[in-house]
């Protein structure tokens, strides 16, 4: 490994009040208050109560619930009662389906334990990686993960991957040359959360954890509010079509009835009758067992379905690319 460069090494062990050291539990546990735990942002996660109310919010379950509650109203108890029937046993399957595959996930995910080796009262120990902060001195070696974004102190034949922030699939040489580059992640004394290590050794000082890191602000300018899938705009539009028809043919039934027949009361009776019979009352119920199946042949094949609308997108698709190919790209 390269000798320790001091004119180089402490003006960077200063900046961030640490030494080769290391951090003491005390210094970490009060830079942990500060700068927070070492993790990207994820989902915000939602309660039972909004996932289950999320499932109501499809425009034909809730142009249903409005039929059923005018026909509840009207007196016709059994179409009412047909409904929400209905309506209750789509909501209930897709809800519980979604709940199962948020489960097998985080049973996943907590199978997952990865930690860094650091330097903390100068003594190396292993950590999980969300415990880091700036300042840590922390080892690489090959195969390990680069858990944060970092400034080389030493390393000898050090080769990174950085192809999930740059695409570039060939490794990067790293070094401590100090000088001046227009990209920080074209500079070699620099390496970042989310990349790996290929060969070689290093010690480092962690600059930057969680959102603060490069491969953090990536992250929080792709992550939002989930745009609709396919399904769900066909979904719409298919509802607002009903709607359309309804108040076109309800209406017009409704007119021609009293007129011919003189018994307004009636002739609004069968104008609803003819609204609830143009509706499909068992459409979410197929649609939501159809889904379910999906998901249930996926997970045979090692596949989690979080959310079952968008299994209609996956299924659209002939080919799928993952990744960014700038090897390619570039020519």
Known sequence: MDSIDNRIVEPILKKFDTSLRGLSDEEAEERI???????????????????????????????????????YITGDTRAAVVMIVMVAMGVALKFIQEI?????????????????????????????????????????????MIPADLQLITSKDLFVNQSALTGESLPVEKNIL??????DLENPNLCFMGTNVETGTAIAVVLSTGGKTCFGKLSSKVAGERPMTGFDKGISQ???????????????????????KG???????????????????????????NLSKGALSMSKKKVIV????????????????TDKTGTITCG
């Open 33 to 71: 208050e500060k700068y927070g735990y070492n993790e990207v942002g994820e989902e915000v996660r939602k309660s039972l109560l909004q996932k289950l109310i999320e499932n109501f919010k499809n425009p034909l379950v809730v142009l249903l619930g409005v039929l059923a509650a005018i026909s």
């Open 100 to 144: 199962k595959a948020d489960k097998s996930a985080e049973e996943l995910k907590s199978m997952v334990s990865t930690t860094a080796s650091v330097i903390r009262d100068g003594m190396q120990r292993e950590i999980p990686l969300k415990m880091l902060v700036p300042g840590d001195i922390i080892h690489l070696a090959s195969g390990d």
């Open 178 to 183: 100090q000088g001046t580059w227009e990209n």
């Open 238 to 260: 298919y509802t607002w079509l009903m709607i359309k028809l309804i108040f076109i043919m309800a209406p017009m039934v409704f007119l021609i009835n009293g007129l011919t």
């Open 263 to 289: 018994n307004w009361f009636e002739a609004f009776l069968f104008g609803i009758a003819v609204a609830v019979g143009l509706t499909p009352e068992m459409l979410p119920m197929i649609v939501t067992v």
């Open 306 to 321: 979080k959310k079952l609308n968008a299994i209609q997108n996956f299924g659209a698709m002939d080919i799928l690319c």
